[in-house]
Structures are given as C-alpha cells and as structure tokens.
C-alpha cells in the first residue's frame, strides 16, 4: 500500500462528521427506517496508474520502469444490509461485482532495444469487486455514508515482442487477480419507500503482484484506481 492509500483514509474520516451535520439539516430524522437487505445496479468510471519494476538488474537499467494510466468504465451489481440505530446511524455491509472495460497500453522500451519499434505492453482489468463495511447518517431519506474494506480485481497483461523489422512478432500474456483495500463516502436518497439511488468515490490500493513469474522478464506491479460511480438500490 502507498502514501495515496493513507491520504484518502485522512480525507474519508474528515469528511464524515461534517457531511453527518450536513445530512441533520437536509431532512427530519426518524421519518425513514433504513434497516434492511437491499439489492442494485451501479455504473461508473475508474481510472488509475500503475508501476511495474523488472525483477533483472540488467532490464530495470536498461529499460527502467513501467508506468501505465488504466482507464475505462465498468458496470455490475450489489448487495447489502443495513442498521439504523435509535440515534439515526447507520451501520451495515456491501458486496458488489462489476464487469469492466479498463486498460491502457504503452511502448515495449525493453522489447524494442532489438531495433523493433512496434513492441508493447497492455494491462487490461475485465471485473472487479468489494467486500466492504458502511458507517453513516440517516436524516430522513438523505443517507451520508463512509466505506471501506477489501479490493479485488481480475488483471491480465499481455506483451507483443517483435524481431527487428517488425516481424516474427511474438504475443504472451500472465493473468493475475489483484486484492487490496478500498475506501470512499457517498450519498444516497430514498426515492420510493423501496428504491434509492445513489453516487459515492471509491479509492482502491492493490498490493505488489508479480506477472510472468517463471520468465527471464518477469516483474512485480503496484496499482490503484480512482472509482466514481452512481447507483440504485431495492430494499427489502
């Protein structure tokens, strides 16, 4: 985990005790019980930056680092539950899963020392998901919320080497699942007496993960995404 990680986690509990009074003013507490299971839809737009450093000496002199920007859109579901206490907090749980498109590609430097100039490098994200706690205010139906817990992701990677000229090109590919942290603070509004809707920030740090392990270019990549997504939500 980064110095980014522990910004973010300063940032959310600054945030929450001064969007609670905000919530306090929006609507009257008491009028809505948001106790219960509930189940949605969400959508959003992620993007991050990622450095992957060669485990050879020899290649991280030569071709130093990988720096990568992913960016891209994703969309899924969730499911959760919460606890309104007498006092209008709100604790609870949520689990979601999204398919994404998510990705960026860059120039080979390492590959292209041969004298290719076409040789490249691109990370792709297909889904992600979080397993996270949720702790807020209800006034009403105006919900301010903090969240956080576990990370994970589907990451694959795919290299094209090519031989001086351009040709004879070469294409492998590693796939590894990321896991890390995330935290973020939303708002969410109680439409109906059964829907609501929803946005909120996500800010996901993954750890260290090595792609082709058992390779001369094997190396180890760290990760984080930015995550605003909007959302609707059934209670039960």
């Known amino acids: 985990m980064n110095k980014h990680f522990k910004l973010v986690v300063a940032a959310c509990l ?13 609507g009257t ?18 993007w991050g930056s990622s450095e992957a450093t060669y485990d050879s000496e020899l290649f991280r002199a030569l071709a130093g680092s990988i720096e990568m920007e992913p960016t891209g859109f994703y969309g ?21 899963l999204a398919l994404a498109s998510i990705s960026d590609e860059v120039t080979d430097e390492l590959g292209n020392l041969d004298g290719s100039t076409i ?8 889904w992600a998901g979080t397993l996270r706690m949720r702790v807020g205010y209800a006034a009403d139906n105006v919900l301010i919320f903090a ?33 890390g ?36 270019w094997s190396s180890e990549s760290e990760s984080n995404s930015h995550n605003i997504r909007v959302g609707i939500n059934y209670h039960f």
């Open 14 to 26: 600054a945030i929450l005790p001064t969007t609670a009074v905000m919530a306090a003013d929006v």
């Open 29 to 46: 507490p008491g009028g809505i019980d948001w106790s219960g299971p509930y189940l949605g839809l969400h959508g959003g737009y992620s």
């Open 76 to 96: 899924g579901i969730q499911a959760g539950y919460n606890y309104q206490t007498a006092s209008n907090w709100l604790l609870g749980f949520e689990a979601d």
């Open 119 to 126: 040789d490249s490098i691109k990370a792709e994200t297909d």
């Open 147 to 179: 969240t956080g817990g576990l990370a994970f992701a589907n990451s694959k990677v795919t290299s094209v080497d090519c031989d001086v000229g351009n040709v004879n090109c070469n294409t492998i590919s590693d796939e590894q699942m990321l896991t």
């Open 181 to 216: 942290l995330a935290l973020g603070a939303g708002a969410e509004l109680m439409l109906t007496e059964s829907v609501s809707a929803k946005a909120e920030y996500l800010y996901t740090d993954y750890s260290a993960t090595k792609y082709f392990g058992d390779d001369l």
